[in-house]
């Protein structure tokens, strides 16, 4: 079973605080993404990584920023959070591109 | 880039009755994903098809990749088969830069 875990369910922060976001996920899967979905727009790619040290930006990068350092671990960041960056946050891994496990996603509310 | 296109955006059906859920999209790919989200819950992949047709319990999906439609099929509908739907397919068809996703069809069966 593929077990891909994120740092927190819920998490409250202030505008111009800077956020992190963790995900993990112990099927040794060289591909992890990360997506927001906000309703009415559905899931969207903010970057993804196919390896250890590479990033790739998805369709809405902008206002975010990635780390990759170990193979497990995608890290995705907020440098100064705005409120038009609430919304859900969805870590998925795979070992193919199109082959996706999701996390249980963080829900981030920035006030 | 592919375009990910779901219908109905919503439905309401009794407990019992067959549902269908439709996707297209525009640019050929290697294969598609069928998603379920519940109410406040994470993201689980249902079926990831490349041709023809798979059967999970109650949950059946077919493609036909000359059309470039996929449908999701739920037999004898029950109170927790309530779900967002949601299908994804490759953004540039090989797959290369991650998933594009439909809007979900948001279904609730009543009892």
């Known amino acids: 079973d593929v077990k891909v875990t994120q740092s927190s369910r819920y998490l409250v922060k202030r505008t111009g605080e800077k956020v992190f976001l963790e995900c993990v996920q112990d099927?040794?899967?060289?591909?992890m993404f990360w997506y927001r979905q906000d309703p009415g727009l559905g899931l969207r790619l903010i970057y993804f990584s196919y390896d250890v040290k590479m990033k790739e930006k998805g369709d809405i990068p902008e206002g975010y920023s990635v780390s990759r350092e170990k193979k497990e671990r995608f890290s995705l960041i907020l440098e100064s959070a705005s409120t038009n960056q609430t919304s859900m946050y969805l870590c998925?891994?795979?070992?193919?591109?199109?082959?996706?496990?999701f996390g249980p996603g963080t829900r981030l509310t920035v006030t | 880039k592919n375009e990910v296109e779901q219908s109905p955006q919503n439905l309401t059906a009794q407990e019992g009755e067959f549902i269908t859920i439709n996707c297209s999209y525009s640019v050929g790919i290697s294969a598609l994903h069928w998603l379920q989200q519940h109410p406040g819950g994470g993201i689980v992949s249902l079926f990831m098809l490349s041709s023809g047709k798979k059967k999970h319990g109650r949950l059946i999906a077919t493609i036909n990749i000359q059309e470039k439609h996929s449908s999701l099929h739920i037999t004898a509908s029950h109170p927790r088969d309530s779900a967002v739907y949601i299908c994804a397919a490759p953004s540039s068809g090989g797959g290369a830069d991650g998933l594009t996703f439909g809007k979900g069809t948001h279904l609730i069966i009543q009892p």
């Open positions: 998925a891994t795979g070992r193919q591109v199109y082959e996706q496990y």
């Open positions: 099927m040794d899967h060289e591909n």
